[in-house]
């Protein structure tokens, strides 16, 4: 999951404006409006498939009264391929399912001990463009890792968020008519050794890490509440609890 070069960002129609990663424009002597509410689920540990392909179903239903929402998820082992990813990227993916899906970029694995979080926003009510959101999506990990002293940055041409060099959150999009779905995947306290059986975000011999072995949590539930906080207030959101969605049989 990687993203803001354009090969990293799939997108069916996108605002120009949005894809230039300018804001919409705010008609002179607006007032401030009240943070907009976002349904937060939590869907525990699940299979990949079924969650991808109900948040295309969300995205494909949803009309411009939907509230946004973000979808909590800790995956079955997988790795992810993305729309014009390279199949040389995945070296020896063993016993290691391996899915071509629809977000931007290369490969990556998606595994237990990772939080993933999926944002289902439309951009276009929240008057961000592309560029925009991917650095507040950014922005949401490096103050949630500050939080246990921690410090990480970006790294320009290679999108995600980096500790000493080595990568602990990949990030990657796609955008439907304005609407956002796939999102972010955090290295919290996983084996990352399927990482050696790809290049990870099509780059031979990156580095990964995770929280744990920085001397942050040993668990999700620990780090959950922390990047909710900072991502809704990256967007100003408000967020009420909601219970999982209904996932497809497949």
């Not at 605002?15 to 300018?22: I, K, Q, R, T």
């Not at 525990?44 to 973000?70: C, H, I, K, S």
Request: one cysteine or more; charged letters at 20%.
């Amino acid at each position: 999951m990687d993203a803001v070069t354009p090969s990293a960002i799939a997108s069916d129609t996108v605002d120009p404006a949005l894809s230039a990663g300018a804001s919409a424009a705010v008609p002179p002597g607006t007032v401030a409006r009240t943070p907009p509410n976002a349904l937060l689920r939590d869907l525990g540990r699940q299979p990949y498939e079924p969650v991808w392909r109900a948040m295309q179903d969300f995205t494909d239903r949803r009309n411009g009264d939907a509230p946004d929402e973000l979808w909590l998820v800790e995956h079955d082992p997988v790795f992810t391929l993305g729309q014009a990813g390279r199949t040389e990227h995945v070296l020896a993916p063993g016993d290691i399912p391996v899915i071509q899906v629809d977000r931007g970029g290369q490969v990556t694995y998606h595994g237990p001990g990772q939080l993933v979080l999926y944002p289902l926003l439309d951009l276009r009510r929240l008057r961000i463009g592309v560029r925009e959101y991917v650095s507040r999506v950014e922005q949401a990990v490096i103050d949630t890792l500050a939080d246990w002293n921690i410090e990480a940055v970006r790294r320009e041409g290679a999108p995600g968020v980096y500790v000493a060099g080595a990568k602990i959150a990949a990030l990657g999009i796609r955008v439907r008519r304005g609407c956002t779905f796939h999102g972010l995947a955090f290295n919290i306290d996983m084996d990352l050794s399927p990482f050696t059986r790809i290049n990870p975000c099509g780059y031979a011999g990156l580095r990964v890490t995770s929280m744990v072995d920085l001397g942050g949590p040993s668990g999700l539930q620990a780090v959950k509440p922390a990047l909710v906080e900072h991502f809704t207030a990256q967007f100003g959101l408000k967020v009420d609890e909601a219970p999982p969605p209904a996932l497809p049989t497949l």
